[in-house]
């Protein structure tokens, strides 16, 4: 068990003994809590990381001493800076770490996407995040949880269909051409981002590859409202709270944004890169 995952589970098993200090089902605690159940068994059994915020909504539920509770979340903040590892991260599990995401989706109203490399995980269809989960699974060793993962990438796609939460993506049209999955694969995605263009509270914008780029294609990254930016890398997840930070991405998001194309324009580069896959796929 990796450093990450055994703070993980230590965790979760102290949450759980207070819990049960308290007399109190997981059923019980999750009524208390507005929760799903299956949330504090995931937090208990260390499949999620609680938030700082888990942990105090929790400690008050079971009516744990104040110093309990700060003890605890210190004890979260320890373990996030184990967390930003992609290596510890996906050796804990590619299911448990589409579970944290989803956790984090839920907290968030606004999302902002810049991404270069591939068909950003809210949007992709099944069988484009089975070819992305096997490659994720080779490069980090990761355990054998692929159908487990995809079940939970595709439950979190019922968010895009929240109102009250608003998605603007960005990617540059090679992201379209990048051939991470079979022809047939990469044409029923395209046929599903068409489909998201429709989306009333979905903004979907494809950089052309004749827009004069604002700066280079670097790396992706997520806008989260305005409270955090996370920016992956190789290695590193990279979650950054300074405001200086959120507002440089921001600023770089708006700058990716300026030179998109939407709507129309958007579906038409998708149609024609639908149309050159076709005539590779006769050839």
């Known amino acids: 068990m990796s450093g990450f995952q055994q703070a993980r589970a230590e ?6 003994q207070l819990r049960e200090a308290s007399r109190l089902s997981g059923k019980d605690l999750a009524e208390r809590l507005g929760w799903q159940p299956s949330k504090v ?21 079971v009516e744990a001493a104040p110093e309990v ?26 299911a448990a770490l589409q579970e944290d995401i989803r ?5 968030t109203t606004l999302f902002r996407a810049f991404e270069p490399g591939v068909v950003i995980g809210l ?14 699974k080779r490069l980090y060793n990761a355990p054998d949880e692929v159908d487990a993962a995809i079940r939970v990438r595709m ?7 929240d109102q009250r939460r608003r998605f603007r993506f960005v990617l540059p049209e090679s992201v379209l051409r990048y051939r991470l999955a079979p022809l047939d694969v990469m044409r029923g995605q395209l ?15 494809i950089v052309p590859f004749t827009a004069p780029l604002p700066s280079a294609l670097l790396n992706g990254f997520w806008i989260y409202d305005r409270d955090h930016v996370a920016v992956p890398t190789r290695t590193r997840d990279l979650i950054l709270r300074d405001p200086e ?37 006769e050839e």
């Open 123 to 136: 949007l992709q269809t099944t069988e484009y995040a089975r070819s992305i989960f096997t490659r994720i």
């Open 103 to 107: 956790d984090l989706e839920a907290r």
């Open 191 to 205: 046929d599903r981002l068409l489909a998201v263009t429709a989306l009333p509270n979905v903004e979907f914008g």
């Open 11 to 16: 965790l979760g098993m102290q949450l759980r």
């Open 41 to 61: 068994s995931r937090i208990e059994n260390a499949r999620q990381t609680a938030t700082a915020d888990d942990i105090a909504a929790w400690g008050r539920s």
């Open 245 to 281: 930070d959120i507002a440089f991405y921001e600023r770089t998001f708006d700058e990716f944004h300026e030179v998109a194309v939407f709507h129309e324009e958007a579906r038409a580069l998708i149609v024609q890169v639908l149309e050159d896959f076709a005539r590779q796929s």
């Open 69 to 94: 509770v700060e003890e605890l979340v210190e004890q979260l903040e320890g373990l996030l800076e184990r967390q930003d590892s992609w290596r510890q991260r996906h050796r804990s599990g590619l």
């Open 155 to 161: 439950q979190r796609q019922e968010i895009l269909y």
